[in-house]
């Protein structure tokens, strides 16, 4: 599906409800935004059914083993946020 949205007047993108509803996008759902010049590109962000517990001086992951490279996963706990 291709749709044309604008701008208001803050700069915000307001995605269309069939827009939403073809990509399968949830309310309130988070999204991932990445730039290159001329393309913005709008993902999904995962899920995730665990979260970050501090034990003494060392940071845990609580649930499952996200499906993501290492490194990424150690830059993500790194900007970590409650």
Known sequence: MTTFVHLD???????????????GVPRGQRLRASATPGRIV????PECQGRVVKRGKLK?????????????????ARRYER
Do not use: C, D, K, Q
Not at 15 to 21: A, S
Not at 42 to 45: P, R, T, V
Not at 62 to 69: E, K, L, R
């Open 9 to 23: 007047g803050s700069n915000r993108i307001v995605l269309p409800l069939e827009l939403r509803r073809a990509a």
């Open 42 to 45: 709008l993902e999904l962000e």
């Open 60 to 76: 845990l992951w609580s649930g499952p083993v996200p499906a993501t490279p290492l490194a990424e996963a150690v830059e993500a």
